[in-house]
């Protein structure tokens, strides 16, 4: 048996979508293996490898914390180096990019950040650049806001973890916050890498309307996206296991300690 065959035993079944939810009236068509294989998509080789996140704005301690500690998931999770650029100082953005939302928030139009700022700065060995902005996104005139905007085949995107926190990063909602961006980053970074919306299991890759929705959605990627991601990556499938259970220990992130701790019970 195979390690994927071994913990698609803690696969927990997708329930039935209720309305609002990402599935309820979406037809998305279920991605085989063999489908995968057939996708187009990034894969890592030797001399583009690395994973690069672009910090955009304004960042006071506590948020400069959280991405570290995205870095460091991210370097677990796909088992590729992954690094911080200098930050970028939101002056950058002109006037015309930027408006001021009914709640009194600035907005940057997601779209320029990715064609204007984030497609000429990606670096030579570069596999994927991910652009972190504090400021909060939209992405066309007519819409309220918007978590993040890909490009998939270009691997360019960008997240704002602006609503992680509901505008406000503090101590006592930071690990909620965290458990956000990192499923969210490493969700956005799987696209990339060719793996469709998941309807096999609850799964990080699985599609989402809304933070309600994303957090019941596990950090845990099922047996099915992981054997995509490895088949790509060919990374030591328990040395991955064993990093992403220091990282849940360390953030406190005790509902996905349990879940990997359950993946290594299965493998003993
Ligand atoms: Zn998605
Ligand atoms: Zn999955």
């Not at 600035?106 to 984030?118: F, R, T």
Request: glycine residues 4%.
């Amino acid at each position: 048996m195979t390690y994927f065959d071994k913990i698609s035993f803690n696969d927990v079944k997708l329930s039935r979508p209720q309305p609002g939810e990402w599935r309820y009236n979406r037809d998305e068509k279920f991605q085989t293996f063999a489908d995968f294989q057939k996708t187009r998509k990034i894969i890592p080789v030797q001399e583009k490898n690395t994973i690069y996140l672009q910090p955009i704005g304004e960042f006071n301690d506590l948020q400069k914390k959280e991405i570290i500690l995205t870095k460091e998931y991210l370097k677990t999770y796909f088992q590729l180096e992954t690094k911080v650029l200098p930050i970028l100082s939101s002056n950058i953005f002109p006037k015309s990019v930027k408006r001021i939302f009914k709640d009194g928030q600035e907005q940057i139009l997601a779209g320029y950040v990715l064609d204007s700022v984030l497609m000429n700065r990606k670096p030579k060995d570069a596999l994927v650049l991910m652009g972190i902005t504090e400021r909060d996104l939209f992405p066309k005139p007519e819409w309220n806001y918007v978590f993040g905007l890909a490009s998939y085949e270009k691997g360019v995107g960008v997240t704002s973890m602006y609503r992680f926190a509901d505008g406000n990063l503090t101590e006592a909602n930071f690990t909620q916050s965290l458990g956000r961006l990192i499923k969210i980053s490493s969700h956005e970074i799987g696209h990339m890498f060719g793996i469709s919306h998941c309807l096999n299991a609850n799964c990080v890759m699985n599609g989402t309307n809304s933070l309600t929705e994303t957090d019941s959605h596990f950090a845990r990627a099922c047996s099915l996206c992981q054997q995509k991601l490895n088949s790509s990556t060919c990374y030591n499938n328990n040395k991955r296991l064993l990093d992403l259970k220091s990282f849940f220990e360390n953030q406190h992130l005790n509902s996905e300690l349990s879940k990997v701790q359950k993946d290594l019970n299965t493998l003993n």
